[in-house]
C-alpha cells in the first residue's frame, strides 16, 4: 500500500521526461525562430538531416504528420533552398529528400542547440554520475529499441 500523495515511479519518470522534452523543444524553435522557420519546418528538416535520403511517406511517419502535410512543408522548404529533390536514375518515380547546404546549416545548428541542453544535464553531475547515467541511458535505449514495436500497438 502507498499513500495517496506518493507518486508512482513511473509517474515520478514522465514529470522528469516531460522537463527533459521541454527543454529540447525550445532548443529546437530556438533553431527555427534564428531562421524563421515554425516547429514542423524544423521536425522536418531534423528527420532529414538524420536519415537523409528519404521519400515523402519516410519524412511524414518519422515526423508525424500526414502525408499531405509534409508535402506543403517540404515544397516550401524546397522553395527556401533548405532542401532538394532528387529523383532515381532507374525509377524516375522515385523521389528522395535531402537537405542542402542551407539546410545543413540549420540542422547543424538544431544538433548543436540539443548538445547544450545536454551538456547542462550532465553539468549538474559529477564524472561517475555521469558515466552512470549515460550507461542506464544506453541501457534504455537497447531495451525500448527491442520493446518498440508493442510499446507503439499498445500506446
Same mark, same amino acid.
Given at each position: 500500500f502507498q499513500p +495517496? $500523495? #506518493?507518486?508512482s515511479k513511473a509517474d515520478e519518470l514522465t514529470?522528469?521526461? %516531460?522537463? @527533459? /522534452? #521541454? @527543454?529540447? !523543444?525550445? /532548443?529546437? !524553435?530556438?533553431?527555427g525562430e /534564428?531562421? $524563421?522557420l515554425n516547429k514542423q519546418e524544423c521536425r522536418v528538416i531534423n528527420?532529414?538531416?538524420?536519415f537523409q535520403p528519404l521519400m515523402m +511517406? !519516410?519524412? %511524414? !511517419?518519422? %515526423?508525424? @504528420?500526414?502525408?499531405? $502535410?509534409?508535402?506543403?512543408?517540404?515544397d516550401k522548404l524546397v522553395k527556401r533552398k533548405c532542401l532538394r529533390r532528387d529523383r532515381s536514375d532507374e525509377d524516375r518515380r522515385i523521389v528522395r529528400i535531402r537537405l542542402t547546404s542551407e539546410g545543413e546549416e540549420i540542422y547543424a545548428m538544431e544538433v548543436e542547440n540539443y548538445r547544450k541542453v545536454s551538456r547542462a544535464i550532465l553539468d549538474g553531475l559529477d564524472e561517475s554520475e555521469q558515466q552512470e547515467m549515460l550507461r542506464m541511458m544506453r541501457q534504455v535505449a537497447v531495451h525500448l529499441n527491442q520493446q518498440k514495436a508493442e510499446l507503439l500497438k499498445n500506446l
Open positions: +495517496r $500523495n #506518493d507518486m514529470k522528469y521526461i %516531460a522537463v @527533459l /522534452a #521541454d @527543454l529540447f !523543444e525550445v /532548443a529546437q !524553435e530556438s533553431s /534564428a531562421v $524563421n528527420v532529414v538531416g538524420q +511517406r !519516410e519524412i %511524414a !511517419e518519422r %515526423a508525424k @504528420l500526414s502525408i499531405t $502535410n509534409t508535402t506543403g512543408i517540404v
